[in-house]
């Protein structure tokens, strides 16, 4: 079937499950060509294949693919036969089944076919997964661990806490000047050694020293012995005995978890950064200010390194969730924060913007203008990450590294002849 040298378009809907999806092919007419349930293996994956090479599927004219989700093995296979897949947010596919049918039926086949007409009607005001790297996808699987397990680190930092202000306050007060707290390798050392106030009451200068020595400590270790001989045999309300040792046993607990935690964040953050310096990217991300190798691979792991991904800087301003959002309805006009967004980037994005602030005078001079405009300091600091966005854009797109004259050519000529200075 042709229609000027073309063939008619055919879309496929996949409704995806644990142990099987249903299949559904549409032509341009919305008449459904197929259907089918296939396997969550490679024999289901084939059938697949052959389904959609019958209805027209070539590598000239591949056959576009709506799912509900953008990863699992599926996804991950269709991606690299280089068909288009589009992952449509499971609350517009309810959204659209609702316009056939008032009876609110619903079945796998149903949502299949719902999703290939999504494709066939609004195809193009959804965007296909990009076409990444295999370097790329790497990356951003080991930045999205390391983030998640930092997550879980500060998650069992806290609940550890907790539980330590209980009945031990003088672990706490031992390293309440330390920058990592409980969490530091110190601190995990002694409280392994002594779970309770009363362990911790009689350990020695001595056992402290072999303690620190244990964790690698090198300098100091008779000084910062003697500190915290001091502070854990000072005076401090204590819980009945048994009560005491239930908690130490509990604490134990808790500190096999923050250990793992900590472990997980530390190794996946190696190989986070060892991954993210081989990308052909590496320096012109690393070249902004405020974005080290950790940092960097969190924002290449959401953005991509498909170039074709953002068609303009403000396309991908808007996916950061650094650029406002404008709400206009008769005589009323708001500008407000973006609130649908790629949360882990927005995260990564400030966490750039607060470090560029001493690395870049450009910055620290974009951020005090905003707050003497009367931006408060979350507004000031997303306003800065919006503008290096669009830096970070142009520079991908032209292959260039970030050059702070070039990036701040509106500031004031006393901040260029400080800089200088």
């Known amino acids: ?207 402290l020293q072999s303690l620190l020595k244990q964790v690698g400590r090198l300098r100091g270790i008779e000084a910062e012995a003697d500190r915290l001989h001091e502070i854990l045999h000072r005076e401090y309300l204590h819980q009945p005995p048994q009560v005491e040792d239930a908690f130490g046993q509990q604490t134990a607990a808790l500190l096999r978890q923050l250990e793992t935690a900590c472990t997980n964040a530390d190794q996946l953050e190696a190989a986070t950064r060892e991954t993210f310096e081989q990308h052909p990217d590496a320096p012109i991300i690393s070249s902004f200010p405020g974005l080290g190798s950790l940092t960097g691979a969190r924002v290449l792991a959401e953005i991509g390194d498909d170039r074709t991904r953002f068609t303009t800087a403000g396309a991908m301003k808007a996916y950061a969730g650094s650029a406002p959002v404008t709400r206009a309805s008769g005589k009323s006009c708001t500008v407000m924060a973006r609130r649908v967004k790629n949360q882990r980037l927005a995260a990564a994005g400030y966490l750039w913007a607060f470090a560029s602030l001493t690395a870049s005078p450009g910055a620290r001079a974009h951020y005090e203008r905003r707050k003497e405009a009367g931006d408060r300091h979350v507004a000031a600091q997303r306003n800065l990450f919006n503008r290096f966005m669009g830096m970070l854009f142009h520079c991908l797109q032209h292959g260039e590294r970030y050059d702070e004259e070039l990036a701040f050519l509106n500031r004031p000529q006393g901040d260029l002849v400080a800089q200088a200075a």
């Open 1 to 207: 079937m042709e229609i000027e040298g073309s063939p008619v378009p055919v879309f496929c809907g996949v409704d995806w499950a644990e142990d099987h999806h249903d299949v559904a092919i549409v032509n341009a007419g919305g008449t459904r060509l197929a259907k089918l349930r296939i396997s969550d293996d490679a024999a289901g994956f084939t059938q697949l294949t052959t389904l959609l090479a019958e209805h027209g599927d070539s590598n000239d004219h591949p056959i576009p693919v709506a799912i509900e989700t953008s990863r699992g093995l599926l996804v991950a296979r269709l991606r690299a036969t280089g068909r288009p897949v589009f992952a449509i947010n499971p609350l517009a596919v309810a959204r659209y089944r609702d316009r056939h049918s008032v009876a609110r039926k619903k079945s796998d086949a149903i949502d299949a076919a719902a999703l290939a007409n999504i494709l066939r009607t609004d195809m193009a005001v959804h965007r296909p997964l990009p076409a990444d790297s295999e370097l790329a996808q790497a990356i951003a699987v080991l930045a999205r661990a390391q983030q998640d397990a930092v997550w879980a680190r500060v998650q069992a930092h806290n609940k550890l806490r907790s539980q330590l202000r209980e009945f031990y306050p003088a672990i706490l007060a031992a390293f309440a000047d330390k920058r990592e707290g409980i969490c530091s390798p110190e601190a995990r050392t002694i409280l392994s050694g002594a779970p309770t106030p009363t362990a911790a009451a009689r350990l020695t200068r001595r056992r």
